[in-house]
Structures are given as C-alpha cells and as structure tokens.
C-alpha cells in the first residue's frame, strides 16, 4: 500500500519524519531549512577535507539553506544537498580477526582497533506503523546498549559517525542518544551521506573504516558509529578503540531490547480510510523543482486509525502545502480507485 501512494524509497520518505520535527518544532520553512542547514554545514566541512569524498566542495550553511535552480528542492522540505548521494564510485574493506590471527599473520599492534561494545535493532518494516515521525526507539535503545556492553558513557566519545543519509535522521538519533546537534566533537568522520556520498547501503563500512584512522592516530580514544538501514528502520552501532578490551568479548543480549521496541503501542494501520481525518505528516515530491505529487499520512478523527493517501494534483493546493505547515489540517479521506484521496476542509 506504500508504493502504490507514492512512498518506496528515501528521498519520499524521510521527509514525513523531517515535516514532523518542523512542525513539533514550530519552526516556519524558512526557519527549518535554516536548522537543517546549520545542522549540516559541519557535515560539508569535514567532507571538503576528506580526500575521498564525492562532493566535498565547501558549502556555506546559507547556500545549503537556499533554494535554486541547482539546489531544487527534491521533497519538501529538502533541497538537493540534503539528500544522500548513493550513487557514488567508492569502495571500503575492513579486515576482521582474532587477536591470534593477527599475530600469526604478523599485523602490527599498531594496526588494531578493537569492538568494544555493539548492538542492533530494529523499527516495525512498514513506514506507515511506525510509533510517530518524530523518535526511534529502536536506535536509542540499541546504542544505549552498545554503551553499555562497552562500559563507556557518551561523554567518553572522542568521536562520532552518526548515519546522516538526512537531517532528519541525524536529528532523531541526536535526540535519542541524549547528543547536543552542535556537540564540538563532531558528528561525523567521514562527512556524511550528502557529501561524502555513500554506495548504496555500503556507507557504514566508510565510517568504520574513516574510524579506524583516526583511532590510530589517537590509541587512547573511543569512538561510537551509528548504522541505519531502510526508513529508520534497522539500526546498529559499535563502539571502537586501540584499546584492548578489559574482559572476554561476549555478544550482547539484543533480542531483549528488540522485544521491548516490538511491546510499544503502536497505532492501528487501515488500507482503506473513510471519513474525516487529519495530517500527521506529510511531503511535496517535485520533479525538476516543479511539484508533482503529495503524500499525507494522517488520522482517522473517528477511530484514530492511521492512514496512507494523496491530495489532488493541483498546482494551488501544492503551493498550500509548501508554504504552509498542514500537520494537524483536517478534511475528509476517501477511495478513489486505488488510492486514498485526501481533501481538506
């Protein structure tokens, strides 16, 4: 039912969870893209001095925020340069061993960063039954248990690789982790998705990889790196070090946070809505900076039953929808052929 409403890959789908942080937020478009902007900026300069990365050509935050011809927006409210750039030539390897292993084959100490802790776990599949668009449980409580099994805290991070394929995610696991969006440690070492780029779901091997380097460089520090998979969907994280550990590595227990994401009570899903109903969240997709098509995720007022659906392709009721902030918007949902139609009040 997602695809057939126009949801099915990300750059469709992150911004529900990014109109959601905006309206919690209050902020106006212009005001969030500036938070986005801001929040992402620190993203393009570490890129513009990474070597390998595919768009490191500095950006200012105002430039970022700035709608053009060339930074078109893809799907409110992202422009071009904050959506992932997976279509990228790059290439990572990472070698993992025992201890043993590593000295049968002669690999110098200096080489070897150790797992100090990691975790996984994973959101409901579909979109359209997550708990809201504005939070990740899954993602704190994996990396809370990453910590853990680590023995470190987060203020015992020296660095960070938080999974940034857009500000929405960044923000949602900022949020869950408890880590301040300007932290001066950074959030990345790479430099992201939008910047550095990405191949395909191959990004986190360059983080890993990015991490390694500098943890050589520095053998007394820590680093934690955040994985992320689908829509916010499968999250995992690892903590690193130079460091060797102080006890026998042991897997942790994940199947009991995943029990507890699987126990939270999530909203009842409903393929064929009728009646009156509000936005929850909502996204333009434009193609060629021109608006073409709207998705809406909202409620039933009846049963609060959520629901997948669209407007109508109307110029005058896509400019509406761009210019002004429609979660909570009431109007009347109905079939229409196979889609949800969505018309507001």
Not at 78 to 99: C, E, F, H, R
Not at 236 to 264: H, N, T
Not at 280 to 305: A, H, M, N, Q, W
Not at 318 to 327: E, S, V
Request: overall charge negative; some cysteine; aromatic content about 8%.
């Amino acid at each position: 039912h997602e695809f057939a409403r126009g949801l099915g890959v990300p750059i469709q789908t992150y911004p529900l969870f990014e109109n959601a942080l905006r309206h919690r937020d209050q902020h106006s478009l212009q005001s969030h893209l500036a938070a986005m902007a801001s929040l992402m900026q620190p993203f393009n300069a570490v890129a513009s001095q990474n070597p390998y990365a595919s768009y490191g050509e500095p950006r200012s935050a105002q430039e970022l925020a700035t709608v053009t011809a060339e930074n078109r927006f893809i799907c409110l409210p992202y422009p071009k340069w904050m959506n992932a750039m997976d279509g990228v030539n790059q290439g990572a390897a990472v070698i993992l061993t025992s201890v043993a292993k590593a000295r049968e084959l002669d690999i110098g100490e200096d080489k070897w960063v150790f797992l100090h802790g990691c975790s996984e776990a994973n959101e409901r599949l579909l979109v359209s039954e997550r708990l809201n668009y504005s939070s990740s449980p899954a993602l704190g409580m994996n990396t809370r248990q990453a910590l853990a099994m680590a023995g470190k805290t987060l203020a015992e991070m020296e660095y960070f690789d938080i999974y940034s394929c857009f500000p929405s995610a960044v923000a949602i696991a900022c949020e869950e982790l408890g880590l301040a969006c300007d932290d001066p440690r950074g959030l990345t070492v790479t430099g992201g998705l939008p910047f550095f780029g990405g191949p395909g779901n191959n990004y986190s091997l360059h983080g890993i990889a990015s991490m390694v380097e500098k943890l050589r460089r520095k053998p007394s520090a820590f680093g934690l790196i955040t994985a992320n998979g689908g829509y916010l969907t499968k999250h995992a994280s690892g903590v690193y070090s130079c460091q060797p550990l102080a006890s026998e590595w042991q897997l942790p227990d994940s199947d009991s946070i995943q029990r507890e994401v699987d126990s939270l009570d999530y909203p009842v899903f409903t393929e064929t809505p009728q009646g009156d109903a509000t936005i929850e969240t909502y996204t333009v997709c434009f193609k060629r900076g021109e608006p073409v098509r709207s998705i809406v995720i909202g409620r039933l007022l009846t049963t609060d039953e959520r629901f997948v659906a669209n407007t109508a392709a109307e110029p005058q009721l896509f400019d509406d929808l761009i210019k002004h902030d429609w979660i909570g918007r009431r109007g009347q949902v109905r079939q229409c052929g196979e889609l949800n139609l969505f018309e507001p009040v």
